[in-house]
């Protein structure tokens, strides 16, 4: 509990009166300080500010990015004051059309709420409810202050786009899927025919080929089979621009090619390569869905000056024959060396390159000086084309384009070089 | 309701309050005259000090117009009887200045709370009208004796010593 400025004022004003009354010899103007002496000697005998008891309940507890929810503070007082509060937001959530502060006028034992709408602007697991409260007696003469932590937990997960075609894995995994496999065996896809032997099933004769030839042929299919696709993060840096950030254009890339390659019953698995190794080992079904949300929302650049290796990560989390999408904004060598590193020890590798570029033309020191912004395009440029000398698909993308067509123009680069 | 509004409603009941009470008393002539026209005025143009600087040095403004009646009712320019209107008026511009520095820029005022703050004022409003009107009584009241006046003496004193007892027991609790 603190006092108000008030209470030393009024007490100064009446003090003064009084004397002033006094050495003047002019007892009237006593009454101009009476009444801040009435105010003090009342406003003591009340009672202190009271504890005010808040609940903040959310209407959803998970939304994608971009939606609004509503949070309900409920605020409950023994005595009736005036309830000045601000509620503090994180980063990431904002208000929609409200201030975030209010005051509010309490009455005894009657519970009150307020609704406020909140916009999640950013992903990310929020801790919400941080309150920040000012109370007073009836009088304003002293004041207490209160803050009150987070409480309810909020999960943004990143938005998603809508994709009309997937990368395609150069390789299958043994387990039954929607892809079409490029061996031979039982399925459904028509491959090529061969002659018969000792224990085919007369039901896969070909006789159309076989009565031409007179020699029994059999049919052979592409059996279908699922792929294993990887999302490797590179989060050893980025370049971001307030609110927005070459991680966070990533993290959505990767909420959507999760989604995508997961609904053709693909197994995904997510590498966040950065200051801190994180992994998901790769698995299908909608709990792997939501595993791979929960990690997204976790990833974050962390600085760090060691210099890792593929070989940090376990093998389990990098499986063989698997398509790796690597979303990295190529800045930090350790990630650019360890996408070399993948290719050359046989990784199916595509890298999407969120371009940092538009961070650095808006960047708030002004405009960046061409010369250098040339050269590093340059050195950009010439950096895809050694990936692509190793067999890499590399797509430079912007946040503003869709993701579809930079999907699409790593599936043609690789339907040129496969 | 926005806070913003209701800052500048605050800002303009709280000027047209200064106005009229560091206004009031200049009306003499001479050297005295002119002081008490420097000290309203000073207080008018301090008044901004408190509204520009989210209310502080409130305490200036009061103590200007606070020197501006006492040099005007001891040099008999006023009235015994303004110090009622004085008091009140004071009081309140003293209210409405600290409402003004409490309310955050950018907040939604529920209407309870300022029915609430408005009950307040019109409180001690009249709380300062009836306390004054009482101690201009006194003031005509003639004491027969001096144990009488001594006793009665006591008895101020030891009503102006309670406030701040009562604020050291109250912290030594809390």
Known sequence: MSRSPKLALYATLAAASFIAALALGRPELAGLGAPFALVLAVGLSLPPPPRVETTVRLSRERVLEGEEIVAELSFS?????????????PRGIGSVDEPESFVLGLRRDRPRSIPVSLGCERWGAYQLGELVLRTGDRARLRLADRRIKASAVLRVYPSRERLLALVKPLETQP????????????????ADIRPYVRG??????????????????????????????????????????ESEGTLDQAIRAAATLADHYLAVQDRVGVVGFGGIVKWLTPASGTLQAYRIAEAL????????????????????????????????????????????????????????????????????????????????????????????????AVTEWTGGESLAKVVEEVGAFRRFVH | MSSA????????????????????????????????????????FTLLVPLL????????????????????????????????????????????????????????????????????????????????????????????????????????AAALLAIPLRLIRRHGRG
């Not at chain 1, 007082?77 to 937001?89: H, I, N, R």
């Open chain 1, 77 to 89: 007082a023994p005595e009736t004051c005036e309830l000045q509060l601000a509620l503090a937001l």
């Open chain 1, 175 to 190: 387990f039954a899927g929607n892809r079409v496999s490029r061996t031979k065996a039982e399925g459904i896809e028509f």
């Open chain 1, 200 to 241: 085919d099933r007369v039901r896969r004769i070909n006789w159309r080929a076989s009565s031409r030839d007179r020699v029994l042929y059999v049919n052979q299919q592409h059996p279908e089979r699922n792929a294993d696709v990887i999302l490797f993060l590179d989060n050893f840096a980025e370049a971001r621009q």
């Open chain 2, 5 to 44: 509004y209701l800052r500048l409603a605050i800002a303009a009941v709280a000027l047209g309050v200064e106005t009229a009470l560091s206004v009031y008393p200049m009306r003499g002539d001479g050297k005295i005259g002119l002081l008490i026209d420097c000290l309203g005025a000073a207080s008018l």
């Open chain 2, 53 to 156: 600087w989210r209310g502080r040095g409130v305490w200036l403004p009061l103590l200007l117009l606070g020197a501006e009646y006492v040099t005007a009712e001891a040099s008999g320019q006023v009235g015994a009887g303004s110090v009622i209107a004085y008091s009140i008026g004071l009081i309140v511009l003293c209210e409405l200045l600290f409402w003004f520095a409490e309310l955050p820029r950018a907040a939604s005022v529920d209407a309870a709370a300022i029915g609430g703050r408005l009950f307040l004022l019109v409180s001690i409003g009249a709380a300062a009208a009836s306390l004054s009107l009482v101690a201009l009584f006194a003031t005509s009241v003639r004491l027969g004796s001096a144990l009488a006046g001594l006793l009665l003496g006591a008895f101020a």
């Open chain 1, 297 to 392: 929302l976790e990833t974050e650049v962390n600085f760090s000056y060691v210099w890792k290796r593929i070989d940090v990560l376990p093998p389990r989390s990098l499986t063989p024959q698997a398509l790796v999408i690597a979303l990295s904004p190529l800045l930090d060598e350790r990630g650019m060396y360890a996408l070399v590193d993948l290719r050359r020890r046989g990784f199916d590798l595509a890298v999407v390159d969120v371009s940092p570029i538009p961070f650095a033309n808006a960047s708030a020191g002004g405009a960046p000086d061409p010369q250098a912004l040339r050269l590093w395009r340059l050195w950009r440029e010439t950096l895809h084309l050694r990936y692509r000398e190793l067999g890499v």
